[in-house]
């Protein structure tokens, strides 16, 4: 019923030059640092060209090619801050924007009501990228406050709080000595955070 | 532990930007909660990028003219800011993937289902529908096979079908070849997310009868 599909590799990469990449990243820095201008113009000679060939293949006529060139351009000249070199390489980010511009584009231009936004899909322009949920204690609330909630918990909350929290073991490891699932466990803990922050709350 | 990912497929039209909003959007949220696909997507993004961006077509004097407008706009400082959207069902508060965090807000309140389900249609404005649901501990939904196809997010918690075992994380596509009746024996219940395309058909017991109404049911 299902697609549990084994990830493998079917795409050989054909690799932009070393130094091309560290180049093109100082000048993206420059850009970010210090708005300069003459970076810009060697980001821009690079990249057009070839944000072009891209655009044309994909919106198929001229004017909604240059408008893709220049969305993506502009973006770059106006959230180059954004760039993180140690997430990936300026050609890598400079095709994201690009796509991400593209599939906003044809959505207008199908008109439709989808209230999806390329940001939902790719965060490419986000200041904080996705770090899975978890929700953490307030920094105020010690282990001795919680500890004298602990007799309230239901017994299986109270066994994998004190497992984590006293015991110092990772959700995995008590997972595999209850043997029960890694999400219950999640779960647990959730539930039982939750509910000795309101417990917590109703003492203020 | 995450045993069920988006196929090779799915994640090459994510990373393309080919993909509809609806796959996209549960993709991403997938993406969220499994660091082995993101991995993987990120290294396909760089091959991607190398090879559409490899080849160049010569600007016409155009293009001079907008390089010099963009350097004119002002740097815009702050990105899409970070949103911490949680999701609420009977006192419960449930932390959403980031990809999903938006539509929380748009829930107009949970319908309680037969069976112990909960549900809460989220419009995305797409063909088919998109669903929070939730599974209370023993509650199910009846056996039912899919015209179309099925998309289903686990988001917290866990669930059987009868065919297998779902954890947190799972990405799990559902179509006509599939019969199954989800339930969920947790304490904590079960919260997916999952968008279908065509109306669920169902296929045993009493919950035939449903079918006329499905459309009033799982749409
Ligand atoms: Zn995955």
């Not at chain 1, 959730?190 to 709350?201: F, G, T």
Request: aromatic share 8%; glycine share 6%; charged share 25%.
């Amino acid at each position: 019923m299902l697609v549990g599909i084994q990830l493998e590799d079917r795409q050989t990469r054909t690799s932009v030059p070393f130094e091309v990449v560290e180049e093109m990243a100082g000048y993206l820095q420059a850009v970010a640092l210090r708005r300069c201008q003459r970076s810009f113009s060697k980001l821009f000679s690079h990249f057009a060209p070839r944000l072009r060939s891209y655009a044309l293949k994909q919106m198929g006529n001229e004017a909604q090619a240059m408008e893709l060139v220049q969305e993506t351009l502009a973006n770059v000249w106006q959230k180059a801050h954004l760039f993180d070199v140690d997430k990936g390489t300026p050609s890598t980010w400079i095709f994201t924007i690009a796509r991400n511009i593209r599939f906003d584009m044809l959505r207008k231009q199908r008109n439709r009501k989808e209230d999806i936004c390329s940001e939902d899909l790719w965060p490419v322009l986000c200041e904080q990228t996705a770090s899975p949920g978890e929700i953490s204690l307030d920094h105020q609330m010690t282990l001795q406050q919680v500890g004298v909630l602990f007799e309230s918990l239901p017994e299986k909350q109270r066994l994998v709080i004190e497992a984590i929290y006293i015991e110092g073991k990772s959700q995995q490891e008590v997972a595999d000595d209850l043997e029960i699932p890694l999400g219950t466990v999640k779960s647990r803990t959730r539930l039982a955070l939750q509910r000795l922050k309101e417990m917590l709350d109703q003492d203020d | 532990m995450i045993k069920l990912h988006p196929s090779y497929a799915q994640l090459e039209r994510y990373v393309e930007g080919s993909c509809n909003a609806g796959e996209g959007l549960i993709v991403s949220a997938h993406l969220d909660m499994c660091l082995q696909c993101r991995s993987k997507v990120t290294e396909m993004e760089n091959s991607l990028a190398d090879k559409m961006l490899a080849n160049q077509v010569p600007l016409d004097p155009a293009y001079a003219e907008m390089c010099r407008k963009i350097v004119e706009l002002p740097a815009e400082i702050g990105g899409t800011p970070a949103l911490h959207q949680t999701l609420e069902l009977d006192g419960r508060q449930f932390t959403l993937p980031r990809a999903l965090r938006r539509y929380a807000s748009q829930i107009n309140g949970w319908s309680h289902m037969v069976g112990k389900l909960w549900q809460a249609r989220v419009d995305l404005g797409i063909d088919g529908r998109a669903d929070f649901i939730y599974m209370e501990k023993g509650g199910s939904v009846p056996e039912h096979t899919h015209r179309g196809s099925e998309l289903t997010l686990v988001l917290d918690g866990e669930f059987s079908d009868g065919l297998r075992d779902y954890d947190t994380g799972d990405f799990i596509l559902c179509d006509g070849r599939h019969t199954h009746m989800p339930h969920t024996d947790a304490d904590e219940g079960c919260l997916v997310f999952s968008i279908v395309d065509q109306p669920l058909h169902f296929t045993s017991g009493l919950a035939r009868l449903l079918n006329p109404f499905s459309h009033l049911f799982f749409k």
